[in-house]
């Protein structure tokens, strides 16, 4: 099942199940019960939203918001893709390069990601992204896709002069409306084996980065664990798992993204997180 959050026509936030190129907004009938979609997964509902009365929109008259509007955390790992570890020159790290995102820095599909007036050097990271489904702390690897709601798109949209500035990549990753989220969650069930899938980014309908999910350092049972060891992962919780080598900083010549550009992530089994690039 796919599952999206959006804003109907006359304005109210709502979701409801993805079926081609129509939503069927099963929030109509569930609202009261689970304000959003947060609210669903924490009360693993999920499956209620299949036969969930609601009127069929086409996608296209909907606003799309991030397919998780209110995370409690949206985690994110860095240098996690082995091509891209081998295109910054570094070692493989022996654990989990962990930083996070606010919220407020994440659009959904079709909506623009923000380039700063602080920086033109507005880059791209089209990442795989794991929604949490049940709540846990130091979660063995074997039961980890047992927390698992369901998978995302995510573009990790990074202000590349500001991660540098520090050791720490908190600067450069939250600036708001700069990353994106979706199109929809796909169900476990649904998508099948996760190291199966590709990942391709294409920026102007140029591919500029393709890889397997497979070539992952830290995969994804290894992440749930260890992040799990940190801190309590709650429903509705985000981790986006890495971006792969073709980044713009590390092309020669550099790339970064500017106002009228179009950015899009595709992951097999799961569809297009697309978005246009605007001026602050």
Not at 44 to 62: C, F, K, M, N
Not at 121 to 135: L, N, S
Not at 218 to 227: E, R, T
Request: hydrophobic share 35%; charged share 25%.
């Amino acid at each position: 099942m796919r599952v999206a959050s959006f804003i109907l026509p006359e304005g109210t936030a709502s979701y409801g199940v993805v079926e081609g190129d129509t939503i069927r907004d099963a929030g109509a009938g569930l609202r009261a019960k689970y304000p959003h979609l947060k609210a669903v997964i924490a009360a693993d509902a999920i499956g209620e939203l299949r036969s969930a009365d609601g009127e069929t929109l086409t996608a296209d008259s909907v606003s799309f918001i991030p397919t998780i509007q209110n995370p409690d955390k949206i985690i994110c790992i860095g240098l996690n893709y082995l091509g891209h570890i081998k295109e910054t020159g570094r070692d493989r790290p022996e654990y989990p390069s962990i930083f996070t995102r606010y919220p407020s820095t994440v659009v959904g599909h079709d909506q623009p990601m923000i380039r700063p007036k602080a920086s033109d050097k507005f880059d791209y990271e089209g990442e795989f992204a794991v929604v949490i489904g049940k709540r846990g702390r130091a979660i063995a690897k074997d039961k980890a896709f047992d927390h698992v709601a369901g998978y995302t798109g995510f573009n990790d949209g990074s202000i590349r002069d500001y991660q540098r500035h520090t050791t720490q990549f908190w600067g450069g990753k939250n600036f708001d409306r700069s990353g994106s989220m979706g199109p929809w969650i796909v169900t476990p069930d649904e998508l099948g084996d996760v190291d199966s899938q590709t990942l391709v980014t294409r920026l102007n309908g140029e591919v500029m980065q393709e890889t397997s999910i497979g070539d992952l350092a830290f995969k994804v049972p290894d992440l749930i664990a260890y992040v799990s060891t940190i801190t309590e992962l709650l429903p509705g919780d985000i981790i986006a798992t890495g971006t792969p080598s073709g980044v713009g900083f590390f092309r020669d010549p550099k790339v970064f993204m500017k106002a009228g550009d179009r950015i899009e992530v595709e992951i097999s089994g799961i569809g297009t997180l697309r978005n246009t690039i605007a001026d602050e």
